[in-house]
């Protein structure tokens, strides 16, 4: 089993920015490829970024490239998600995401089923 917990979300201006953290346990966080999602008020969920097992790969929805920034630290077992220049379309739930079929090559990063285990969420509001 994995232990999924996110922080750093909260309210922000529009152009402003915020950090996600996912904090990992149970498991050797560097097997792990990590994604992370949004689902927002009344949508299904989608995918926003994912880094690969070994944090060579990145991935990023068409709608965040160019203002977020995925990375990994496998000593602190810990995957982030630098967001800037934040929109009122960004408002959602934001949740972290792990999973063993995320790897270098793969072309399931961006998939939801690709992940066997998802945190809590994290609200990030955006306002106008």
């Known amino acids: 089993q994995v232990q999924l917990v996110e922080s750093g979300g909260g309210l922000v201006q529009t152009g402003g920015s915020l950090r996600l953290s996912c904090a990992a346990s149970?498991?050797?966080?560097?097997?792990?490829?990590m994604g992370w999602f949004r689902q927002a008020p009344g949508k299904e969920r989608e995918f926003v970024s994912a880094?690969?097992?070994?944090?060579?790969?990145?991935y990023n929805a068409d709608s965040v490239k160019g203002r977020i920034t995925i990375s990994r630290d496998n000593a602190k077992n810990t995957v982030y998600l630098q967001m800037d220049s934040l929109k009122p379309d960004d408002t959602a739930v934001y949740y972290c995401?792990?999973?063993?079929?995320?790897?270098?090559?793969?072309?399931?990063?961006?998939?939801?089923?690709?992940?066997?285990?998802w945190g809590q969420g994290t609200q990030v509001t955006v306002s106008s």
């Open positions: 149970g498991r050797t966080f560097s097997s792990l490829g």
């Open positions: 995401a792990a999973g063993s079929r995320c790897y270098d090559g793969s072309r399931s990063c961006p998939v939801a089923s690709t992940y066997d285990y």
């Open positions: 880094i690969t097992r070994s944090g060579s790969s990145t």
